[in-house]
C-alpha cells in the first residue's frame, strides 16, 4: 500500500520527466551540444566538424519542409547588394522563417550553443537542393556591398547542415585552406574537392567555419565553394550569423520606418522589379525587402 506522500512523490517526478525529458518526436537530439562529436579541421579557416549534429528524423522534416517550395537560387550583386541569378551558384533553395517549428528552433537553439553567438543574429536556416552537376562555385559569405553591411554587419560564421548522403561530388571546398596540401584524397573524391580541402557531405553532419578573424577582419583563406554533383543528390541547410543582431534590424524595418535600402530602388521599381523579384524588392515574413517604400507596401 502506498502512501499519500509517496503517491504524491512518486506523480511529481513522472510530471519532472514528461516535462525536462520530453523531445520533439522528430528530433532525438537534446538542445545543447556535445563537444565530444567536434572536430577541429583547420585553423585558417577556422573551422570545425560535428558529426551527428542533425538526427536523421531532423534531415528528413527540413527537406519536407522546403521541397515543395524551392526556387533557383540567387547571389549578392557585389555592387548593388541585389540578388540577381547568376551561373556561379546553379542550386535550388528557399528560406524557412525563424522558429518556424518545434524542431527548427531547437536547431537554432543548438547552433547558438555550439557557436557561442546569440540567435538573434542568426538569419533564418536557408535549404538548399543541388542536382546533378549543379554547384556553387568558390565565393565568401561576408559582404562586399555597404547595403548588406548594414543589416547586422558581416557575416562572421556559417554553419552548413548535410540532409543527405551523396555517392560522390558535392564536396565542401576551401580553396584557400592551409590545409589542402595535408589532406589525401582517393577516387572517392570528387575531382574538384582536389582543388583544396575539402569537406564530404554526410547526412546530419554540421560544418562551422568562419569568415572572419578574431578580431572581425575578413578571412580571406574563408573562401569555400560547393563541389558539383556527381552522383546523386544533395541536400543541406545553411544558417548564417552576423556579428550584430540581424533580427532586431528586421523587425525594425518591418515594423518602423518605411524606408529603401538602396539608392536605385526608385529606378528597379518603375522597371517592374517589385513583382519580378519580389522576395529581394518586398521582402518575405523572415527577412524585410530592400525596396518596401519604392514598391509601396508601407
Not at 580553396?175 to 546530419?204: I, L, M
Amino acid at each position: 500500500m502506498i502512501s499519500g506522500h509517496r503517491f504524491l512523490f512518486f506523480v511529481s517526478i513522472l510530471v519532472f520527466l514528461s516535462v525536462h525529458g520530453r523531445r520533439s518526436v522528430v528530433s532525438a537530439e537534446p538542445v545543447l551540444f556535445d563537444p565530444t562529436r567536434v572536430i577541429q579541421l583547420s585553423w585558417r579557416p577556422r573551422a570545425f566538424l560535428y558529426k551527428g549534429f542533425l538526427s536523421h528524423g531532423e534531415c528528413e522534416h527540413l527537406i519536407d519542409l522546403a521541397k515543395d517550395k524551392m526556387e533557383k537560387s540567387m547571389v549578392a550583386d557585389n555592387e548593388s547588394g541585389k540578388s540577381v541569378m547568376s551561373q556561379v551558384r546553379t542550386s535550388s533553395g528557399m528560406f524557412l522563417d525563424k522558429h518556424q517549428d518545434e524542431v527548427v528552433a531547437q536547431i537554432e537553439q543548438r547552433i547558438a550553443a555550439w557557436t557561442f553567438l546569440p540567435d538573434e543574429n542568426g538569419e533564418a536556416i536557408q535549404i538548399l537542393h543541388y542536382e546533378n552537376g549543379e554547384k556553387y562555385e568558390p565565393h565568401y559569405d561576408y559582404f562586399h556591398d555597404k547595403t548588406n553591411q548594414a543589416l547586422g554587419g558581416h557575416r562572421v560564421a556559417t554553419v552548413l547542415m548535410y540532409l543527405s548522403n551523396i555517392n560522390k561530388g558535392g564536396e565542401t571546398i576551401f580553396p584557400n585552406s592551409e590545409e589542402k596540401f595535408t589532406q589525401v584524397k582517393d577516387d572517392t573524391w570528387s575531382d574538384c574537392a582536389k582543388n583544396g580541402y575539402a569537406v564530404k557531405p554526410a547526412k546530419g553532419d554540421a560544418l562551422l567555419f568562419f569568415s572572419l578573424h578574431p578580431d572581425a577582419t575578413t578571412d580571406s583563406s574563408s573562401l569555400h565553394g560547393s563541389c558539383p554533383v556527381v552522383d546523386g543528390e544533395k541536400w543541406s541547410a545553411t544558417k548564417w550569423i552576423h556579428v550584430r543582431s540581424f533580427e532586431r534590424t528586421e523587425t525594425q524595418n518591418l515594423g518602423g520606418e518605411c524606408i529603401d535600402k538602396n539608392d536605385l530602388c526608385s529606378k528597379w521599381a518603375a522597371s517592374g522589379e517589385c513583382q519580378k523579384n519580389p522576395r529581394f524588392m518586398v521582402g518575405t515574413k523572415a527577412s524585410s525587402g530592400y525596396c518596401r517604400r519604392s514598391c509601396n507596401v508601407c
